[in-house]
């Protein structure tokens, strides 16, 4: 009954791959999130999705693409990683956006070779 | 994006000592939140004080804010080993959330 499940935990991938990352949230929240941590623990948002409109795109890469199927989903699609892809990124979502709290997915470290 | 800035970054007590860590930040703000993580999971929300709130309480936590200084202050009371983790303070100022570099905090048994 987790509330905000990513997967998978770990993805060990070479450079030049494409690659996705999953997120489900079973809270009925109206938002969804991606979030970047990198090794020194700072979280920078990439994305958020509100009733499958994006609403926030911080200078991400147009590699990184999210796509939103429905309400409850909110996947990561990578294209043509690179080295400095290498990080945690967590899914994240919150019933209002941005002003009350989010509740985080364990995460995912992405590592690219 | 401006990072908000933590003190210290790296705290170390024995069980039952308080932990108190800081957080400043830089614009107005329409609240802010405390979150912990335990390594290699995910954040997890402690609590949220509003801007015209000063104070407020969640069993061993207190948090304080004041605004005219921009920061806010995390104390755990009684602290156990199981609150090792790092803990982040995150500012939202018009629709914009800023986190915090961190604090890892280490209790020993």
């Known amino acids: 009954d987790t509330a905000v499940s990513q997967t998978p935990k770990y993805l060990v991938t070479q450079m030049g791959n494409d690659k996705s990352i999953k997120c489900e949230q079973n809270l009925g929240h109206d938002t969804m999130y991606w979030y970047k941590q990198d090794s020194k623990k700072f979280l920078k948002i990439m994305f958020s999705y509100n009733n499958k409109e994006l609403i926030i795109n911080e200078t991400v890469p147009n590699r990184f693409s999210p796509k939103s199927p429905d309400k409850a989903h909110l996947n990561l699609h990578i294209n043509s990683l690179e080295l400095g892809d290498s990080a945690v990124y967590f899914c994240?979502?919150?019933?209002?956006?941005?002003?009350?709290?989010?509740?985080f997915g364990s995460g995912t470290q992405l590592s690219v070779l | 994006s401006q990072q908000g800035e933590e003190d210290p970054q790296a705290l170390s007590i024995q069980e039952g000592e308080n932990a108190t860590m800081n957080c400043s930040y830089k614009t107005s703000i329409n609240n802010l939140q405390w979150y912990r993580q335990n390594s290699g999971r995910g954040l997890v929300h402690l609590i949220l004080i509003r801007s015209n709130e000063r104070e407020k309480h969640s069993g061993r936590l207190r948090v304080t804010l004041d605004t005219s200084k921009k920061s806010s202050s995390l104390l755990i009371t009684a602290s156990r080993a199981a609150d090792t983790a790092s803990y982040f303070c995150v500012s939202t100022s018009y629709g914009k959330l800023t986190f915090g570099q961190g604090t890892i905090l280490t209790v020993h048994p």
């Open positions: 994240a979502s919150s019933a209002v956006s941005f002003n009350e709290k989010l509740f």
